[in-house]
């Protein structure tokens, strides 16, 4: 069960927010509005700076984290957006263990000098909170990808603030369905909405929300002047996710924390990595913070890579492909990125999904039981 927001539950307003007031006759669900012009006199002259398609779908993100939602064309897109207005050489305080391409962006930003990126331990706090003295911006991700470490999210807001770093949080692996970082100091949450929002990995998609009312209207004005504008079938998708998004959650986690305890059991298996684990370093923070653990476990296997490959190779209900948060389940070694060479080469990731618990442990055990 999740907590109340302004009277209302997560569950309803995925369900109530981003409709029309009722009009006899009129749709009940938002319509897929196709235009790039529209005609004069009004405030949206120009498809580039809005559309009611994604109107509706910044309304329900918007009313599910609790402050101003702004919508792009990818996570990415948002990412960009919130990264615009880092200072020349400003630097920038980011996790070590965070989605790849955010890394590699402020990688090549610092290389550009256009920036200084500092990698901390995001679990860190007492670390990560020392290097933000003097710098512009604090990167959070928490649960972390693809090790779902969990960030004291209240007190590296808190403390970034205090020293005049924005504090911005990617909340992806978590949705608006288990924690709301804008209650707990920070300054901008975004979403790749993408993954859990959409839901059926047939969409890109990405959101960043603030309840600062001049930074959204300058995230609204980075987007119009660097087009990175959403599609209006995207966000209708997007928008008839969230209808679901917490009945997805509430599966999906349900199941993972059954899959994690087993894996845990299993000889083929070195470590865990789930928060739903009371050993689990994140375990207590987690339970603290979040109101669930959400959909997402990390393991290792014995065997190393080939070991690792094997499984991916020969599992039939889950689905070896990246990406995550759809209601399929999806496995893969996340080491065979480049990008992420700092992953032991053992570690599988996993995004559970809402198929039956027992079909996925089945397929799981009999791909472990697989020879390399
Ligand atoms: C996928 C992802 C992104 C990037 O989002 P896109 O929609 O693929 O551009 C950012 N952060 C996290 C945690 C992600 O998983």
Not at 18 to 39: M, T
Not at 109 to 117: I, M, T, V
Not at 244 to 271: G, N, W
Request: aromatic residues 4%.
């Amino acid at each position: 069960m999740t907590r109340a927001r302004g009277g209302l539950r997560a569950e309803t307003i995925a369900i109530t927010s981003g409709r029309e007031p009722p009009l006899p006759d009129g749709p009940l669900n938002v319509p897929l509005v196709l235009a790039s012009s529209f005609h004069a006199g009004g405030s949206t002259p120009y498809a580039r700076e809005g559309n009611p398609t994604w109107t509706a779908f910044e309304q329900a993100v918007g009313a599910l984290e609790g402050g101003d939602a702004v919508s792009f064309s990818s996570g990415m897109g948002a990412i960009a957006a919130i990264l615009e207005d880092v200072p020349l050489g400003g630097r920038v305080v980011l996790p070590t263990v965070a989605y790849m391409e955010v890394r590699s962006l402020l990688r090549q930003r610092a290389d550009a000098d256009r920036l200084e990126a500092v990698q901390v331990d995001i679990t860190d706090t007492e670390v990560a909170l020392h290097a933000c003295e003097g710098a512009a911006l604090l990167w959070i991700e928490s649960p972390t990808n693809p090790l779902l470490g969990v960030a004291d999210m209240a007190a590296l807001c808190q403390g970034a603030r205090r020293l005049g770093a924005l504090a911005v949080v990617d909340s992806t692996l978590a949705t608006p369905i288990l924690q709301r970082p804008l209650t707990a100091g920070a300054d901008v949450v975004l979403h790749s909405a993408t993954k859990f929002i959409g839901g059926h990995s047939d969409l890109l998609l990405g959101v960043a929300i603030t309840s600062d009312e001049r930074r959204a209207a300058r995230l609204r004005q980075v987007r119009e002047m660097t087009g990175g504008t959403p599609g209006s079938l995207e966000a209708w998708l997007a928008l008839r996710g969230i209808r679901t998004l917490p009945l997805r959650i509430a599966q999906a986690q349900t199941t993972a924390q059954v899959l994690a305890e087993r894996l845990s059991a299993h000889p083929a298996v070195v470590s865990v990595r789930y928060p739903g684990l009371s050993t689990d370093p994140g375990h207590q923070r987690a339970a603290r913070d979040m109101d669930g653990f959400g959909a997402m476990l990390a393991f290792e296997v014995s065997g190393g890579a080939p070991r690792a490959d094997a499984v991916c190779a020969s599992v039939r209900v889950l689905t070896h492909a990246t990406s995550l948060g759809g209601v399929e389940t999806l496995i893969e070694r996340r080491a065979r990125w480049p990008a992420e060479a700092g992953i032991s080469p053992s570690l599988l990731r996993v995004s559970v999904g809402c198929e039956h618990v027992e079909d996925l442990w089945t397929d799981l055990e009999r791909a472990l039981a697989t020879p390399p």
